[in-house]
């Protein structure tokens, strides 16, 4: 089944730590997005990524960082630097740019 | 700034009634229009998609899309409980990879 992975669905962070939220798709899709969403708010883009080895910055991209190294994988690290991390994050791809994008399950990060 | 307005709502509907959720855009050159559904705590999902002005029907749905008046709206016929969710409206310019999402407009069916 083709599809988007987000993995883990929930995650805690600790001050001044880094973590990491997995993205993988089967569908062979060219481009790759992380959102933020928070409680009652519409989505926010992170980073974008419409080729390996190529990634752009969203509207929020500080405290965040990708790698592209992979067709199949965006991952997203939130580093120490972003200080209001707890939020909804959505891993999100599309085959082109007139296509519509196709969302994961959503990883749910909090602060311990 | 390219902007997508939507009613955040609530719009309350009866069962069997007609759901009708607008979204306006400000950038004259989107050319690609989305709606998505969105359950409490769980993730966007497609619903329907629409290139060109008119209306394009999927079952219980139909999207209606005219780029004069920059306007894309969603019907829901037959309206179910099931049907509450939060409904996002994405707009997408030419040519461009990134949509532009309104903030959802809130859809309560009540039995």
């Known amino acids: 089944d083709g599809g988007i992975t987000q993995s883990p669905k929930y995650l805690f962070r600790k001050e001044g730590q880094n973590v990491t939220l997995s993205c993988e798709q089967n569908?062979?899709?060219?481009?790759m997005y992380w959102y933020r969403q928070d409680p009652g708010q519409g989505l926010r883009l992170i980073y974008y990524?419409?080729?390996?080895?190529?990634?752009q910055k969203g509207d929020i991209a500080e405290g965040y960082s990708v790698s592209r190294e992979k067709k199949e994988s965006f991952p997203l690290t939130v580093t120490s630097a972003q200080k209001n991390p707890t939020a909804f994050y959505l891993c999100a791809s599309s085959i082109g740019s007139h296509q519509p994008q196709h969302f994961g399950d959503g990883t749910r990060l909090s602060i311990l | 700034q390219k902007e997508v307005e939507q009613n955040s709502g609530p719009l309350s509907v009866p069962e069997g009634a007609i759901a009708s959720l607008n979204c306006t855009y400000s950038?004259?050159?989107?050319?690609?229009f989305f709606w998505y559904r969105q359950y409490s705590g769980k993730s966007p999902e497609l619903i329907m998609s629409i290139y060109s002005n008119g209306d394009k029907e999927d079952g219980r749905f139909t999207a209606q899309l005219n780029k004069a008046s920059q306007y894309v709206s969603l019907l829901i016929r037959d309206s179910q409980p099931s049907d509450s969710a939060t409904y996002l409206c994405a707009v997408k310019p030419g040519g461009s990879y990134i949509p532009t999402f309104g903030r959802g407009t809130s859809l309560i069916v009540h039995p």
């Open positions: 569908l062979n899709h060219d481009a």
């Open positions: 990524s419409q080729i390996v080895n190529d990634f």
């Open positions: 950038d004259r050159g989107s050319q690609s």
